[in-house]
């Protein structure tokens, strides 16, 4: 199995609806209006994961006061969602995608290399959506440490 098509600058984000770590439905369309980070990560709690996700948290005000809106997704049931955002004080929504049809959508699921073996996973990648609901960034493959920062650069909002 390999990564579903991957999308590219230009097109439109898929639309969806997922539930979040409090189990409220969010619907990305619902964002028009307004840039939207998505971010996809392979599991909650883990050490990379957690660090991505409090480098956005830490970040989420700078980015907030250029019109972003932060949303994670993972393939971690809502209840884990729920001890994530607690236990890491995560200020923005995480949404729950088990079944991965998300992912696909984004190409953002399928083969990676992990510690030497190849493995059908997560593939940590990250959007930057505009107010019209198109894609202006894909990134695939990301790195969790200092990914942050490198999309802050990108947004033109490094410090």
């Known amino acids: 199995m390999t990564a579903s098509t991957r999308l590219e600058p230009g097109q439109n984000a898929p639309d969806f ?6 189990g409220r439905p969010l619907t990305l369309s619902e964002l028009h209006g307004r840039k ?6 392979p599991e909650a709690m883990t050490p990379g ?9 830490d970040n989420l005000g700078r980015l907030q006061a250029a019109g972003y809106e932060v949303v994670g997704i993972s393939r971690d049931e809502v209840p884990k ?12 929504r995480i949404l729950s995608d088990p079944e991965h049809r998300i ?5 953002a699921y399928g ?10 996973s997560a593939l ?27 999309l802050l650069k990108r947004l033109g909002l490094a410090a």
Request: glycine letters at 6%.
């Open 111 to 120: 083969e990676k290399n992990l510690y030497g073996k190849t493995v059908v």
């Open 124 to 150: 940590r990648s990250t959007f930057v959506i505009d107010e019209r609901g198109v894609i202006v960034q894909a990134l695939y493959n990301v790195k969790a440490t200092g990914h942050v920062d490198m």
């Open 49 to 57: 994961c957690t660090t991505q996700a409090c480098d956005f948290r």
């Open 36 to 41: 939207v980070v998505v971010y996809f990560y």
């Open 103 to 107: 992912h696909d959508l984004y190409g």
């Open 81 to 92: 969602l729920a001890e994530f955002a607690a236990h890491d004080h995560l200020t923005f």
């Open 17 to 22: 609806t997922l539930p979040d770590q409090d």
